[in-house]
């Protein structure tokens, strides 16, 4: 019997346990820059792999991460089902009918912005193979055809994620961009397709016109009468299988069987998980926590060791060509944006409109490094190469975000506790009544030069006696306008035997919440209360709130009801 | 590089798709017996197995889950994964209060229901070696604590569910088993650690002392300190990652470190991530949702996976022994039973309380099989032992829930839909008023011999014109108590405009539930109306409820928000 030996055991769960606590780690890390976590994770496996821990290292790294033997080969097959199912959760994120609303701009976006770069990068390839890094051996079509699709294909979870980042998502402006994203990945996928049709990597080997014509009929099928069949399914299982185990299971394992499908036909196997996500969660019977418990799992436990994995693989100093990179990059991003921003410009957009798709568009990241290890693995590029679509993939979801956050401006919705310090939470107060309250909670506030905390505790003291600010039900929010403060200031009190503040209710406040605002900026003072009332109408957090000990704890409850 | 060919990949996925559909399955068709569904999903394994899988299709079944190569590496990686995240899950949930609350008797019942069997099984196998399957070239107290062990330890996730299942979880007895089965666990895995460290297992083969006291040093260690790290960690977590994957890579992370070293040390992964899982769950500050996600994505994908893999190692029907199976049986059932029920005597209780414990504490069931698993690893027993113990171990399991149910006689709650019949639910009522929406609804019911429709229509009304039942917010309840009627009916009808069944909110019913009772049961009109306005209690519901357009449905959305 073939099975990983004790010692073999005991090296794959430590090198599982390192890998996904870093990639995890590292993916919090460049999300304190406003970055996609999956640059974090990839950064996460170029460290652990041969190109820095492997130079540091050599034996800890290669006991832990080999490329040969058993823990190699238990590794590739834990993320090949990684991938699979990240690719479910991709699917599951399209929505269908988005597509047919956005149509026709989305076409123009998605057919220039995958055509303009795919020819750019096609004629390159094909104009200067050896400087491009062709090899003699590979058949130079395919490798010119592989070479453009990884530099035009978008990374739709990215361009999603990004855009829900962002509060873009349900724009219109959002919608297009998803939706152009969209059509790229699927005509982008067939177009990979045909690719490795030609290649003959099918498992019975058959020819190109079957590939096509097995790729297509899957697509359609899945997407009329297998979204019909699932449709009519999903309630079925619901009433009569465990819930939600029935629905979770029959969910992963259409999606395998629709990967190992596809790889039968002789492409990879995410094109059919991701075909058979776009056709389960086009149905309105897939339950919001359903779709929870696989996104959450796949997300933060498959998808980060999917993409740090990648950094194992190759060595990125010593196989760095910064000539290819920025070849590739400028391709890249010249063909993708410009691409797209004439598809947005014909459509009848105005450029700054298509200029923001176009930024939206560039992110080609997590597809293109999935194209570019297919092409690794059956040998049509080299790894100077590969490294080089990474750090494309990388730069390219890097400059996404920004690009789009500088043209549009978009508002990020104001939190209370953006502006809460952590010397700035009293888990309990001294004061019994209101006024020394207010003081109190003035005195734990980082004021800022010349303002003195006795004038200010007088102010939102008179503010008070106006009009008492006990909301009820435990919550009083005392607060004032001031001039010249730079920005908005909040202090959160919790009283353990409650302070009155002549609420409607006639409860005595047991949290105390404590809001300054500059007085020119109207909107902010009405949009912070607004928030602080959001977050305490539920009774749970309302009744926890009041027993937390630490500012932690406070942050940790404010955050974990958000979802 | 060694990684998973194409046509690999294809098998991988397409038999990790078969075996998760079919172990689910199985799983669904064994809980209609009110069986756990652990013992399905190793029945799939079985029948997708050599046992019968192999004798019908044998050139299929070796394509899909062949014992050598690639592919039978791979698979064995990702069941090590699904069992040591199974027993993270497993000790999440142990709560280390109920062991110190249920304490002392708790103590009596596992440390007699762990001796008795194990002494009778070590006996046995001491004295009668040969027969009971020992081979020369094992040495004999291996072999014999081994045996003991697999015997005598409790299977407290099986445990688990089968008291939850049955409404006893909270219940003093069930806290009791709960409390006993966790000393057994404790106690077993260190008897067994002491096993493998005298075989020097560890991958650094240290001798016995080291095994034993870096065992216990990790159980203190992690349930101390450990503990106190973790429950500050994890409100820290929350408040400054993404939520709520932070704590999820953190959980999954630690349970993989935790399980890298217990196998470090020479004892198996799951250990440690049992101990860890101990940690973490006893942390109130892990929240229930992630808890959930855990749980959910663990339970039904991995531990199915594991447990179907079972059946793929070894041919069940010509590795066939009665004798040793039965002997086997006997002294698990005797033992653990008798041991059980004697200490929980001694400890005070009644003769009936204590069956009671030793017919709860009598799953030997899924622990069982890991140690057998381990000993047929380590060549310490054969395959007809192996399949001797798993099928005790089912049998076992089987024999626990109807025979505590037989003792103790457990009330299960009373749902309504429980007595709604398919030709019962009525999607859109063509009646526009009380008296003629409760015709249309008595003429939907399966009415028993010698019920007329129309007299018992007349019976209903004249209980609804001494009180309307409607209850306002769109629902409304009418019904009545018969005589000599066998069993509840209950009828549901969805109206679109709207009947008047003078509601205190004025607001006529767009669901109307028809509910008749036996009259000679006045407990169950009263506990099937307080069911009906639970299940109606949150406005989501009922506004979905009056869109549903089928019985399937119907009987969905009743479900799928009870969790």
């Known amino acids: 019997m073939d099975q990983l030996s004790p010692q073999e055991v005991f090296r794959f769960l430590l090198a599982l346990a390192v890998l996904l606590a870093t990639a995890r780690l590292f993916g919090e890390g460049v999300k304190r820059f406003n970055q996609p976590a999956v640059l974090g994770e990839i950064l996460a496996g170029i460290v652990?792999?041969?190109t820095v821990l492997g130079e540091v290292a050599p034996k800890l790294q290669y006991g832990l991460f080999p490329l040969e033997g058993n823990l190699a080969v238990a590794r590739d097959g834990l993320t090949t089902l990684a991938i699979v199912l990240f690719l479910l959760v991709a699917g599951m994120e399209v929505d269908l009918s988005t597509l047919w609303r956005q149509g026709r701009v989305a076409l123009f976006v998605s057919l220039f912005g995958l055509l303009v770069p795919f020819s750019?990068?096609?004629s390159t390839a094909i104009t200067f193979p050896s400087s491009i890094g062709w090899e003699p051996g590979v058949d130079i079509t395919i490798f010119g055809l592989f070479f453009a699709s990884a530099l035009s294909i978008s990374a739709l979870p990215v361009i999603a994620k990004t855009l829900l980042d962002m509060n873009l998502y349900r724009s219109d402006l959002g919608m297009t961009i998803i939706a152009?994203?969209?059509f790229n990945d699927l005509i982008g996928w067939v177009v990979i397709a045909v690719i490795l049709g030609m290649m003959g990597t099918g498992v019975h080997g058959q020819g190109i016109g079957n590939v096509i014509f097995l790729t297509l009929a899957f697509v359609a099928g899945v997407l009329t009468l297998g979204r019909w069949v699932i449709h009519r399914l999903l309630p079925i299982l619901q009433a009569h299988t465990s819930w939600p185990g029935g629905v979770l299971a029959f969910a992963l394992s259409l999606a395998l069987a629709g990967g190992a499908f596809t790889q039968w036909v002789g492409i990879h196997a995410i094109f059919g998980s991701f075909i058979i996500g776009v056709?389960?969660?086009d149905s309105s019977h897939l339950r919001q926590q359903t779709r929870a418990i696989i996104d959450r799992f796949v997300s933060f436990i498959f998808a980060p060791l999917f993409f740090a994995s990648i950094g194992l693989k190759v060595n990125f100093a010593t196989n760095f060509d910064p000539f290819l990179t920025l070849v590739i990059l400028a391709i890249a991003v010249v063909g993708k944006t410009g691409g797209s921003s004439l598809g947005a410009r014909i459509a009848g957009l105005t450029w700054k409109e298509g200029l923001t798709i176009g930024s939206g568009m560039v992110s080609v990241?997590?597809?293109g490094i999935?194209?570019?290890?297919?092409?690794?693995?059956y040998g049509i590029i080299h790894e100077r190469m590969f490294v080089a679509i990474v750090i494309m993939a990388v730069v390219t979801s890097l400059l996404s975000g920004p690009a789009m956050t500088r043209i549009l401006k978009p508002k990020k919705p104001k939190r209370f506790t953006d502006f809460l310090a952590s010397r700035s939470f009293i888990p309990s107060l001294k004061a019994n009544e209101r006024k020394s309250c207010i003081g109190e909670l003035v005195s734990a506030l980082p004021l800022p030069q010349g303002f003195d905390p006795g004038t200010v505790s007088e102010i939102v003291w008179e503010r008070e006696?106006?009009?008492p600010t006990g909301l009820g039900m435990g919550l009083a929010v005392p607060h004032a306008r001031l001039e010249s403060l730079p920005a908005p200031l909040v202090a959160v009190g919790i009283s353990r035997q409650g302070v009155d503040f002549d609420a409607p209710d006639g409860e005595p406040a047991f949290v105390v919440v404590l809001l300054l605002t500059p007085s020119d900026e109207d909107s902010t003072q009405l949009e912070l209360l607004a928030d602080i009332a959001h977050e305490f109408h539920d009774e749970d957090i309302r009744n926890s709130a009041r027993f937390t000990k630490t500012y932690t704890?406070?942050?940790?409850?404010?955050k974990s009801h958000r979802l």
Do not use: C, R, Y
Request: aromatic share 6%; no cysteine; net charge negative.
């Open 370 to 377: 999935i194209v570019g290890l297919l092409a690794l693995q």
């Open 553 to 558: 704890e406070f942050l940790a409850l404010m």
């Open 48 to 50: 652990l792999g041969p």
């Open 365 to 367: 990241g997590t597809m």
């Open 279 to 281: 056709a389960l969660g």
């Open 180 to 182: 152009a994203a969209i």
């Open 465 to 467: 006696q106006l009009m």
């Open 120 to 122: 750019l990068a096609f």
